[in-house]
């Protein structure tokens, strides 16, 4: 059975990154057998080489969602002003700021749209989502949780 209409969608993106030949996206596309998404992405990391961060883009691209890095985020005392910071870390939520009337989030599954749904609840805004490596939300999410809270500088600290 062929693969699913985002799997093939995400492969012919790693074919455009240049990453894969015509024949190894065809090849993987038509493929007899019936794969998940988790073993495509697999597929395509251990047989071809493929970086998450290359995963990452050709999933943007194929939802059309924007990529985040993560892990150059920096989180600060407003980073959970508005999304409570255990809601967070059970959906993998990492709120990034806001714009206007909209919430800025990264999430780590496009698919998932009560995690979206939820947070518009409980913000009442907008939700931009953008694109993220879960295991780089999860590792932000549990720096913030160990941080301990900065020490006020005065003038004549600095």
């Given at each position: ?47 071809y080489g493929v970086t998450e961060f290359k995963m990452l883009v050709a999933k943007c691209r194929a939802v059309g969602l924007s990529p ?91």
């Amino acid at each position: 059975m062929p693969l699913a209409r985002i799997q093939a969608a995400i492969v012919n993106e790693i074919q455009k990154l240049g990453h894969l030949s015509a024949e190894q996206a065809q090849e993987i596309i038509a493929t007899p057998e019936e794969m998940s998404g988790e073993m495509v992405e697999n597929l395509l990391v251990t047989e071809y080489g493929v970086t998450e961060f290359k995963m990452l883009v050709a999933k943007c691209r194929a939802v059309g969602l924007s990529p985040f890095n993560a892990a150059r985020f920096t989180a600060d005392e407003r980073t959970f002003e508005k999304l409570d910071r255990d809601f967070c870390l059970e959906n993998k939520v990492l709120p990034v700021g806001n714009a206007g009337n909209h919430m800025v989030v990264a999430v780590c599954n496009p698919f998932d749209l009560s995690v979206i749904n939820r947070v518009q609840e409980s913000t009442r805004r907008k939700v931009v989502p953008l694109l993220a490596l879960e295991r780089e939300i999860k590792s932000k999410l549990a720096e913030s949780g160990s941080q301990e809270a900065p020490v006020a500088e005065g003038f004549g600290d600095v």
